[in-house]
């Protein structure tokens, strides 16, 4: 099981992009999902989260701009991020928990994308 990441690149403070990651098996059950980000020298920190319901939480630092939504039928949970930002640069990330149940046999694991670079230049 995999995700894979889409979307990024450069764009102008005050822009626009979407990112997007979809989940490779789709006979899993996707539970809570999140996108992250690494900037330079940094931690990777929490950007937004939301769960398996569909409650949503953000970082202080990107309420108001940006909105994470899943599409449960397709596995996938994209990242719409607005009014950006020169310190919204970094490499993002997203995660998502699974259950895999196959011939009596159950696994859960957390997975990550593969990081899509973000540079917003100002």
């Known amino acids: 099981v995999q995700l894979q990441a889409s979307g990024g690149g450069l764009v102008q403070a005050g822009g626009s992009l979407r990112l997007s990651c979809a989940v490779s098996?789709?006979?899993?059950?996707?539970?809570?999902m999140a996108w992250y980000r690494q900037a330079p020298g940094k931690q990777r920190e929490l950007v937004a989260t939301?769960?398996?319901?569909?409650?949503?939480n953000y970082a202080d630092s990107v309420k108001g701009r940006f909105t994470i939504s899943r599409d449960d039928a397709q596995k996938t949970v994209d990242l719409q991020m607005n009014s950006l930002k020169p310190e919204d640069t970094a490499v993002y990330y997203c995660?998502?928990?699974?259950?895999?149940?196959?011939?009596?046999?159950?696994?859960?694991?957390?997975?990550w994308g593969q990081g899509t670079q973000v540079t917003v230049s100002s």
């Open positions: 098996d789709r006979r899993v059950r996707v539970n809570d």
């Open positions: 939301i769960t398996s319901g569909h409650n949503t």
């Open positions: 995660n998502a928990d699974y259950v895999l149940v196959t011939d009596g046999h159950v696994e859960a694991a957390r997975i």
